[in-house]
């Protein structure tokens, strides 16, 4: 059960130290299914049940921002069958959820490659993020065949056929060139299941973010551990290179 959430702790939009933007590595999906002697999609099934109430949570809570890095583009390494089968899942969470989601003002958006998935992956997701557009609750990134190295170039490559020149490039303008152009910086990155790496994810964006690792498996990644992550954050001083 959740530790309850008043106005004076971590988990409350009322605490100064409540993060803005929160970005999540869920990991961890395999190794709960091996635990249980259960093929590697039922613990992928597990992971995408278990972001319906992280998102509901969060919601609650009234974070603003909130981006999942689900399929990176070193995914596609995975065996055929494991792939294809956790894109399914995938478009079949957005087709289930996106009017629940819209219902509770929630806007929707993709980071990453979209037309290199499938065309009805690719439908489900235009769906989902022309349907929830104008939602003014929170924003929900979804990342899914995204790599960090990949955004940059991504970036690169816009500025340059856009004629930009070089005098005039700076941070801000680079910024808007992202997949995440006009969402702000990450606040607090969370990974789970133990690994201690960012694994591509948001490289730019996460350049000052704090960092939480659990070693809670993500189909375990619960209200509770929300707190534990949320607690941490709060205890924290963020200086930016300052004094």
Do not use: C
């Amino acid at each position: 059960m959740s530790a309850r959430v008043t106005a004076t702790s971590p988990a409350s939009k009322k605490n100064a130290r409540f993060p803005n933007h929160i970005a999540i590595i869920m990991d961890g999906n395999g190794r709960w299914a091996k635990k249980r002697g259960l093929p590697r999609l039922e613990g992928h099934r597990a992971g995408v049940e278990n972001l319906r109430s992280v998102i509901a949570y969060f919601n609650k809570l009234k974070l603003k921002y909130l981006t999942l890095y689900g399929f990176s583009t070193e995914n596609w390494k995975r065996p055929e069958e494991e792939i294809t089968g956790l894109l399914n899942l995938l478009e079949e969470e957005i087709d289930k959820e996106t009017l629940e989601l819209h219902k509770n003002g929630i806007k929707i958006r993709h980071l990453g490659r979209l037309d290199e998935l499938s065309p009805s992956l690719q439908q489900a997701t235009n769906k989902a993020l022309e349907l929830t557009k104008n939602n003014t609750g929170m924003t929900l990134s979804l990342a899914f065949n995204y790599g960090g190295r990949a955004e940059i170039l991504n970036a690169v490559r816009k500025v340059v056929a856009d004629g930009i020149r070089p005098e005039e490039i700076n941070e801000e303008l680079f910024t808007g060139y992202l997949y995440t152009a006009a969402l702000p910086e990450v606040d607090l990155v969370i990974r789970t299941a133990g690994e201690l790496r960012l694994s591509n994810f948001l490289i730019w964006q996460t350049a000052y973010s704090e960092y939480y690792f659990t070693k809670v498996l993500w189909p375990d990644f619960d209200e509770k551990e929300i707190d534990k992550a949320l607690l941490s954050y709060s205890q924290r001083q963020r200086r930016f290179g300052g004094l």
